[in-house]
């Protein structure tokens, strides 16, 4: 008899025309107008972390696979160029080369490889890459280029803080928050993108694209970053309707620090996301509601980063308690 004849593998089981390497490629495709606008806000030094994290990225992963972990190299599905473009999407445009380096050493080789590779790490590998690197180098990170200033140049930027870190910031000091907004960016700036922030933050409407060309390409679905834009928008909006001289509105939160980045781009990750309806809907609130508790209570003023991470560790038990029924298996009725 033909031992080839049965598979057995492990669930799930999907049979569809998808790929590793289309997916990752209509991620790459997805992020590339935001990458382009960013570009062109920040000049030289936006294109200069993203090259550097990308190939840092990939190089990484082609050392640890090949010298490490004894196996064939498996660099052009695209995953290590996602996650060194999602990493660049997280930093400041005038970091410093060895930092990035740094940052793309730790995502792949501790978020990703440590654990066997895509398709087994628990948390999102340029996710750990951003927040290690915030921990320990939060000067440098938290460091913003002014939009459309010193484009050309790599040294000599112009540095503000972003509109979240201006306002916490002023709010600790006793400012009202009335005349603290008066010194940032209307809304309508955050999504055409000319506030200082992280090169995948610099234009909401750009990013809203993106969603929208995965949605059509079938890589992700709706739920999740829409359950974490809704519930970030009704928890903001219940603290700033009890107290909006204290609190921002809900609209500001959604466009700024980083939250569309995430919710689209970072917390949709197969690996890292539960499998099933209710699992999806408790990790995408708790990233919505530990986002805004971060930014309103917490020291730091973006939040989604620690937020994804935090629910990320949550997906294993979501996945074991919210299992969908067994084919065949009886329905227990009351």
Excluded: C
């Excluded at 569809?16 to 990458?35: K, N």
């Excluded at 499998?275 to 609130?285: C, D, E, F, K, L």
């Amino acid at each position: 008899m033909d031992s080839k004849l049965l598979t057995v593998s492990p669930s799930p089981h999907i049979h569809q025309e998808q790929t590793i390497s289309r997916i990752m490629y209509d991620v790459i495709l997805a992020m590339l107008p935001a990458f382009a606008f960013s570009v062109y806000v920040f000049g030289l030094g936006a294109l200069m972390v993203t090259l550097i994290a990308v190939l840092s990225a990939v190089l990484f992963e082609f050392l640890i696979a090949k010298y490490l972990l004894k196996r064939e190299p498996d660099i052009l599905d695209g995953s290590a160029v996602v996650t060194g473009m999602l990493l660049a999407f997280n930093v400041p445009s005038n970091l410093p080369w060895w930092l990035v380096v740094i940052g793309s050493f730790v995502a792949i080789g501790i978020g990703k490889m440590s654990f066997g590779g895509l398709g087994n790490n628990p948390f999102n590998p340029a996710l750990v890459g951003r927040v290690f690197l915030l921990v320990s180098f939060p000067v440098q990170m938290t460091t913003w280029p002014v939009p459309f200033e010193s484009r050309m140049t790599l040294t000599d930027v112009t540095t503000g803080a972003t509109p979240l870190g201006f306002i916490k910031d002023g709010l600790k000091n006793g400012e009202s928050l009335a005349n603290l907004m008066q010194d940032v960016p209307r809304h309508i700036d955050f999504l055409l993108g000319t506030q200082p922030g992280s090169l995948g933050e610099i234009s909401g409407l750009l990013l809203i694209l993106g969603f929208l060309f995965l949605l059509i390409r079938k890589v992700i679905t709706w739920h999740i970053p829409v359950i974490i834009i809704g519930t970030m928008f009704v928890f903001s909006g219940m603290l700033w309707y009890i107290n909006p001289e204290r609190f921002l509105d809900p609209t500001f939160q959604i466009l700024t620090g980083g939250a569309l980045l995430g919710a689209i781009f970072m917390a949709t990750d197969y690996v890292t996301s539960p499998m099933t309806v209710r699992g999806v809907v408790i990790y995408s609130a708790g990233i919505g509601i530990i986002t805004i508790l971060i930014r309103v209570f917490g020291a730091y003023p973006e939040g989604i980063s620690f937020a994804i991470l935090i629910m990320n560790a949550f997906v294993p038990l979501l996945n074991k308690y919210f299992k969908p029924s067994r084919f065949g298996e009886k329905v227990k009725n009351g």
